[in-house]
């Protein structure tokens, strides 16, 4: 790793451009103030004054196999001296071998890929698939859930980032998954949970009406809204429904696909097989923006002889395409899958356990492989979240509080309302990972101390 010599002036520089200039996404623009940064190699990134950060959020958890990864880098410098762009309607060898590859550890009977540009698009056309095979336009999503920023893909999204968009796709009904937690269902086990809430997606089959619905997408394990492991069995009681009300079941891997949790897809951790799956992030770690929907044979084959009304400059990028070629060879040659097994279940999880007992601000741990989240409260009795939901301004003082504390510790988190989220890349090497527990272990004092005034109050 190589840390760069501080350079006042090109810090300020890229901050006076970027300010001038570029228009960020989700924010205020008057109201923020981006950090310019330098370089990054594996799990580090640096800024210019040369303060290096462990990236625990893997940017925006798409850097699976870290910075600047030399045979990532090195199959794009090749295929740009090949050929840096062509045509989706041509056929091409780097396109084709990276569907063939992404279709050989897709569930049986999956055999198509259709390349987007990311996770949005990747969801919008799975969407558009599902209601031309059944015919039916309605879609059904969780309110705790994120499916992207495109017309229906913010629709879908169950996080307040949709409410300034309404209306967009007005065929969308959200419906509360499991959540043990904090459960709607008011249930006392996993069990319940489970029976609960599938009564309930159910019951909103038959009031929306099963004859509209062309669809139900879900993130086989919930992301930015709470790293929420599906309980035993909700998976595929959610596929028995889409069996026998005729439903095509997306699942949405877009963040936790591509070894994420320990496996090539999410769901084979759960014995479920959807209809489609979107991928985007972790498939070339996002070098180039790449996404795409896994195609099950039997929708593939409804547009054999019908046309399919979609497509993308930009699908199946020669340069997106040669970084997840790249990335398979990295995770056979390095047995990334059975790496994040064994760090979620020996180092991650036991520690965040560890926390969980020591920290009076922690409520509960949960995740798997490297997908964390850390939910924070000001009352483990009541479980009052730590900042209200969607909080913003002096209410969300308490993780702002936290994560500055991780920052000046040399940390970089991934906060989301009142909760951190442990997502580093996929190649971190344990010392680090031990070493970034340990800034969040310290850091968690801070938001104890908030809890404490809750309590004296």
Known sequence: MTLTSPDLAADA??????????????SAQALIDPLPIAGGEGATFWDYAGNGYLDFSSQLVNLNLGHQHPDLVAAIQRQAG??????????NGTRGELARLIAEVAPEGFSKVFFTNGGADANENAVRMARLVTGKRKVLAMYRSYHGN????????????????EPADASVVHFFGPYAYRSAFHSASEEEETARALEHLEQTIILEGASTIGAIILETVVGTNGVLVPPPGYLPGVRALCDKYGIVYIADEVMVGFGRIGEWFAVDAFDVVPDLITFAKGVNSGYVPLGGVVISDAIAHHFDTVTFPGGLTYSGHPLACA????????????????????LGERVVGPRLREMAEKHPSVGEVRGRGLFWAIELVRDRET????????????????????????????LWPFTH???????????????????GLDIIDEALSVADGFADEAAAA
Do not use: Y
């Open 13 to 26: 520089q890229v901050r006076a451009d970027d300010r001038a200039h570029v228009f960020h996404s989700w």
């Open 150 to 165: 495109t017309s229906t893909a913010i629709t879908l999204t169950g996080d307040p980032r949709r409410w300034a968009n």
């Open 323 to 342: 970084p997840g070629i790249a990335t398979f060879e990295v995770f056979r040659r390095d047995g990334i899958l059975a790496r994040v097994r064994d």
């Open 417 to 435: 309302f009142n909760r951190v989220h442990v997502a580093p890349p996929l190649v971190i090497t344990e010392d680090e990972l031990v070493r």
């Open 82 to 91: 090949e050929l840096a762009t062509i045509q989706p309607a041509m056929a």
């Open 383 to 410: 479980r009052e979240p730590l900042v209200p939901f969607n909080a913003a301004g002096a209410d969300a003082a308490p993780m702002a509080a936290f994560a500055a504390a991780c920052k000046k510790a040399g």
